[in-house]
C-alpha cells in the first residue's frame, strides 16, 4: 500500500502548468542560464560591457532577476576591481543571502574592501553559522572592529562561536533552536509555536531539557501534530539521542549523521548544555567540502580553489614539488646503481619505466580506497590485519594477470628469458605497491596525522623504487646482464 498522502483537487488550486519544455523554476530562463543551470557567457559578457560603459542602471537591470546564489556565481567570475565595481553598481542587491553563497577567498577580499559597519550590517541579517564563517578568516583587528559594531546579542554568540576550534561544531552549529521543558503537554507546545516570538524560521524537531539546559529528548514536528492536546509530551518524546560534542571536528559529525540517518541533533558543550543543533544542510556542505579538500590533499595541491591568492597556490604545491623531488632521486640513485647492466642491454631502459609505473596506478587505487575506508570509519584497528591480508590478495591476483601480459610481450619482442623477469619483477612490484597503499596511509593515521595528505608522495617513491629495483636486480640474478 502506497504511503502517498493526496489532496483532493477541491482542497487545493494548482497553479497552471509550465509551457512544454519550460523549467519548473522561474528564477532560471534561457536568457541567463543555460541547460546546466549556470551563466552564460553571452551574459556575462552583457554585464561586464555595460560596466565598461559605467551604465550602472543597466547593469542592475540586468542582475536584478538572478537569484542570490546566481548573483554570487557572477561575482566569483569577475576579477577583483570588477568585482568591486559590480558590487557597487548593484547595491541593494548585495544581500547577505549573496554575502553566504560567495565562495570563501571572494567573501573575504570583499569584506575586507567594506568598512567595518556595513560588514556588521550583513552579519546581523546571517544565522549565526554564517556570520561566524563571514568573520573567522578576517584580520584579528578586523575581527575587534566588526564585532564592536554588533548588538551585544549577536556579539556574545559569535565570539562564544569563535572561541571553538575551527572545523568543529560548535563553529558550525546554529544556535537558533527550540527547546522546552519535559513537563509541559503538547498543547501548551502548539500554543507556544503558533505565537512565535523568537523561533526560528526552519527547524525540524523541538528538543526537551531539563532545569539544567541538558537534553533529555527530542521531539519531532509530526509527532506534536498527530498527538491530541493533553498528551504530556514526556510520553511522545524520543528519549534516546545522538548528541554532538561541540568540540567534535565536521568530519565525525557528518559521519555521525550519515551512520544514524540525522535530520538534526543537539549541540552540547563540555558540560553537556544544549548549546546549539546541527542540521542536515550543514551536513551536505561538510560532506563536499571534506571529500574535495581530501582529494586536493591527495595530489599536493593544496586547498585548490582557483581564486586562491597565487602566492597562497604556490605556497601549498610547490613543497610537495620538492618533496616528489627527494623521492625521485631515491629511485634515481638505484638506477644509478645498476648502470652499467642497462649500458649492456638498451631492453631494460625500455621496459623499466613499465614496471614502475604499473606499480605506481597500483599503489594509488589501494592508497585511494585505504584513505576512503580510514575517513569513513570503515578501516579501524580492529580489522587493519584483515584489510591488509585482503587487498595484498587483490594485488597479487592484478599483479599476475599484468605480468602474463606483459611477460608474453616481451618474451615475442625480445627474449623469454627478458619476459620472465619482467613478469616476476612485476609481481613484486604490484604485491609491494599494495601493502604500501595501505600501510602509509594507516601509518599517517596512527601518527595523529592526515593520511590523504603525503601517502602519496612515500607511496610512489616506494612503487617507483622497488619497481626498479626488482627488475633491474632480477636481470642481474637472472644473468641476463652483469652488475
Avoid at 132 to 153: G, S
Avoid at 406 to 435: D, E, K, R, S, Y
Amino acid at each position: 500500500m502506497s504511503n502517498e498522502t493526496r489532496l483532493d483537487d477541491e482542497d487545493v488550486m494548482l497553479a497552471d502548468p509550465p509551457e512544454d519544455g519550460a523549467r519548473p523554476d522561474d528564477r532560471i530562463d534561457d536568457e541567463r542560464m543555460d541547460e546546466e543551470n549556470t551563466l552564460k557567457p553571452a551574459f556575462v559578457r552583457a554585464v561586464e560591457d555595460a560596466l565598461d560603459a559605467g551604465e550602472t542602471g543597466a547593469v542592475y537591470d540586468l542582475v536584478e532577476p538572478l537569484h542570490p546564489a546566481d548573483v554570487a556565481d557572477l561575482l566569483e567570475l569577475f576579477e577583483k576591481e570588477e568585482r568591486h565595481q559590480l558590487a557597487a553598481a548593484i547595491t541593494d542587491l548585495m544581500t547577505s543571502e549573496v554575502v553566504a553563497e560567495l565562495n570563501d577567498y571572494v567573501r573575504e577580499e570583499m569584506m575586507e574592501a567594506l568598512p567595518a559597519d556595513r560588514v556588521a550590517q550583513i552579519a546581523e541579517q546571517l544565522e549565526t553559522d554564517d556570520a561566524v564563517q563571514l568573520i573567522e578568516d578576517l584580520d584579528e583587528d578586523d575581527q575587534k572592529a566588526i564585532l564592536a559594531e554588533l548588538d551585544p546579542e549577536n556579539r556574545i554568540a559569535i565570539q562564544a562561536a569563535l572561541s571553538y576550534p575551527e572545523e568543529t561544531a560548535g563553529r558550525l552549529m546554529s544556535r537558533d533552536f527550540v527547546a522546552v521543558p519535559e513537563h509541559v503537554t503538547i498543547g501548551d507546545i502548539i500554543d507556544f509555536l503558533r505565537d512565535g516570538r523568537d523561533l526560528p524560521e526552519d527547524f525540524f524537531e523541538i528538543f526537551v531539557v531539563d532545569q539544567r539546559m541538558h537534553p533529555v529528548g527530542t521531539c519531532q514536528l509530526s509527532w506534536i501534530l498527530r498527538t491530541p492536546r493533553d498528551v504530556a509530551l514526556g510520553d511522545v518524546m524520543k528519549r534516546d539521542q545522538t548528541l554532538i560534542p561541540a568540540e567534535l571536528d565536521q568530519e565525525e559529525v557528518a559521519l555521525m549523521f550519515q551512520k544514524y540517518g540525522l535530520i538534526s541533533a543537539a549541540v552540547v558543550d563540555g558540560d553537556g548544555r544544549l548549546v546549539g543543533q546541527m542540521t542536515v544542510d550543514d551536513i551536505v556542505h561538510i560532506i563536499s567540502e571534506e571529500a574535495g579538500e581530501d582529494a586536493l590533499l591527495m595530489s599536493g595541491a593544496g586547498e585548490g580553489d582557483i581564486n586562491e591568492p597565487i602566492r597562497e597556490a604556490y605556497s601549498s604545491r610547490v613543497r610537495w614539488l620538492v618533496a616528489n623531488l627527494g623521492t625521485a632521486l631515491v629511485a634515481s640513485l638505484i638506477i644509478a646503481m645498476f648502470g652499467a647492466a642497462i649500458e649492456q642491454l638498451v631492453a631494460l631502459a625500455v621496459l623499466m619505466p613499465i614496471v614502475a609505473s604499473i606499480g605506481g596506478n597500483a599503489g594509488t587505487q589501494t592508497m585511494a580506497v585505504t584513505v576512503r575506508a580510514i575517513a569513513t570509519n570503515q578501516l579501524t584497528r580492529s580489522n587493519t590485519g584483515r584489510i591488509l591480508i585482503r587487498e595484498f590478495r587483490v594485488a597479487m591476483l592484478n599483479g599476475a594477470t599484468i605480468a602474463v601480459l606483459i611477460g608474453l610481450a616481451t618474451a615475442i619482442v625480445f627474449t623469454p628469458q627478458l619476459g620472465t623477469v619482467i613478469a616476476a619483477a612485476m609481481v613484486i612490484n604490484v604485491a609491494v605497491a599494495g601493502l604500501a597503499g595501505v600501510l602509509v596511509p594507516v601509518a599517517f593515521d596512527r601518527l595523529g596525522q592526515d593520511p590523504a595528505v603525503a601517502s602519496s608522495v612515500f607511496v610512489t617513491m616506494i612503487t617507483d623504487s622497488m619497481g626498479f629495483f626488482a627488475f633491474l636486480g632480477l636481470a642481474v640474478a637472472s644473468g641476463i646482464v652483469s652488475a
